[in-house]
């Protein structure tokens, strides 16, 4: 049992990130609100349905705004709780908006003692048919947004394109991060392989990068179901995708590589030095040309790659763990083809 701790341990700690992942609830969020687009010197009502919320608990100390930059906010003047997935909030607008444009965007944001307070980012849009800053700053309430609560519960974050598809972060994000482990750790066998020509080096890397393979094909196909809920399409030729799949390709040619040599010293040595160029190349394609280019993908093409809103610290304690299961689950997985692999080379020696 000693011996295969890190065994168990791996299977331990995706077992875990697969419940606590999957069955921790999301914060209360708002999912749709409607009209989305106001307009100054009216009174307008919005319908704005919930996610995970109790609107009917405690409703009569619910309290709304609609939220301009940092500093300026109209409070909502009356609040219909419909049930716990649906309010009504009515806003007296005032005639004119304290800014010099006649089209400005808002943000929603409910507050509710049992919810916490949920936003809703940029979704609404006030429009004036004049400009007139001073009267527009006289006539603004700027109402006190203060004393917000939490949410009384362990829970992950709501992000209104993810929703529920926000805890694939456990299983696409921790699958590539694996596979760059287990990746490196194929290039240093092949680099000692050339350096001590010891026909085991060359097998062990051979497993490990069958396996980080793998991992990178299971991260490309959650990436790909992740793109269908939150761009529309499992596949949209964004430059992150297109990298990736070149990466995999290239790795792909490296099995086919092998497959092309009789000779075993020239199958290994060929093998290994086309390893190191195949890890080489995952930076440039991975990281470097998706930043350099616009990319709908986090992290690439200026986009943020985990902010405090995407990976919070609920969040913290199961994708990091899961970057651990995963790569143990590798590790497992490479030991099982080395074994395959010695016995198939004694069999032939036979």
């Known amino acids: 049992m000693k011996k295969y701790w890190w065994k168990v341990l791996g299977v331990v700690i995706l077992f875990y990130t697969i419940f606590v992942g999957m069955l921790t609830p999301l914060k209360t969020g708002i999912t749709d609100a409607s009209p ?45 709780v419909v049930d716990d997935r649906v309010v009504r909030l009515t806003f ?52 006190e947004i203060a004393k917000l609560h939490e949410k009384a519960a362990f829970t992950f974050p709501f992000r209104n394109i993810l929703s529920e598809t926000i805890r694939n972060t456990y299983y696409h994000v ?105 890890f080489a190349s995952l930076v440039p394609l991975l990281y470097i040309i998706p930043k350099l280019t616009d990319s709908l993908h986090p992290g690439a093409g200026g986009n943020i790659a985990f902010g405090s809103q995407d990976l919070d610290n609920t969040m913290k304690l199961v994708f990091r763990p899961a970057i651990i299961g995963w790569t143990l689950l590798g590790v497992w997985i490479a030991e099982i083809v080395l074994r395959s692999a010695r016995l198939r080379d004694r069999l032939m020696e036979v």
């Open 174 to 278: 921790p699958l590539w991060m694996a596979m760059f482990i287990i990746l490196t750790a194929g290039m240093v066998m092949s680099v000692r392989y050339l350096w001590k020509s010891n026909p085991d080096d060359d097998r062990k890397a051979m497993a490990l990068t069958n396996v980080g393979l793998l991992l990178g094909i299971l991260g490309l196909i959650t990436g790909a179901i992740w793109a269908k809920y939150t761009w529309g399409k499992f596949w949209s030729w964004d430059v992150k995708q297109n990298m990736t799949a070149i990466a995999l390709l290239i790795y792909g040619a490296y099995f086919v590589l092998r497959g092309s040599f009789e000779d075993p010293e020239k199958k290994s040595k060929v093998s290994a030095v086309y390893n190191i160029f195949a």
């Open 36 to 80: 989305v687009s106001l307009r100054t010197g009216r009174s307008e009502v919005l319908t704005v349905q919930g996610y995970n919320s109790f609107f009917t608990k405690e409703k009569e100390k619910l309290r709304a705004w609609l939220k301009m930059g940092s500093d300026k906010a109209l409070a909502a003047s009356r609040i219909e």
């Open 92 to 143: 007296d607008i005032p005639a004119y908006l304290p800014v010099e444009q006649k089209v400005k965007d808002f943000t929603l944001l409910i507050d509710s003692p049992v919810d916490g307070a949920s936003v809703l980012p940029g979704g609404i849009v006030v429009t004036q048919d004049s400009i007139n800053t001073a009267l527009g700053e006289a006539l603004w309430p700027n109402a």
